[in-house]
């Protein structure tokens, strides 16, 4: 089950990225309020990249030893700082759609959405793990 939802998590991260990209630009590019289609898929296809993800955090049974865990770079990364820079993102990526629905003007409303998908989309890209790093992840899983 593992092998199966690690590959499902390597293939979803694309769509989240492109997701975040088309709701960033989309925001941007808005003449009236931000409520694009992408501004309402990027939310949900985070929610279910971030659900594969605490999947594979769990089956990996790092909390076990987690001094050991805290030691090594590469378990610390997914552990933790992955982890948590992708709740944010998620986070941000809910706020932005609720604070655009929920701003007075169109003008605020698309700021709104422009800085929380921007910087989910940021984290996005700084939270991934690229070829490269320290574990060297590929781009795509088979």
Not at 4 to 28: C, E, K, P, Q, Y
Not at 85 to 99: D, F, I, N, P, Q
Not at 123 to 132: K, Q
Request: glycine share 8%; charged share 15%; aromatic share 10%.
């Amino acid at each position: 089950m593992h092998d199966l939802v690690l590959v499902l998590h390597s293939w979803v991260r694309w769509a989240a990225i492109a997701t975040g990209i088309l709701a960033t630009i989309g925001a941007f590019t808005a003449t009236g309020r931000p409520t694009s289609r992408w501004g309402r898929i990027f939310p949900i296809v985070l929610d279910v990249q971030f659900t594969l993800g605490l999947v594979l955090l769990l089956t990996l049974n790092v909390f076990a030893d987690f001094g050991a865990t805290m030691r090594d770079p590469i378990a610390r990364f997914y552990a933790v700082e992955h982890g948590t820079l992708m709740l944010v993102a998620v986070a941000l990526s809910h706020m932005g759609k609720v604070l655009a629905q929920k701003a007075a003007t169109p003008a605020s409303a698309r700021m709104r959405a422009l800085i929380c998908y921007g910087l989910a989309t940021l984290l996005l890209f700084v939270g991934t793990p690229w070829p490269g790093m320290r574990d060297n992840r590929p781009l795509f899983r088979l």
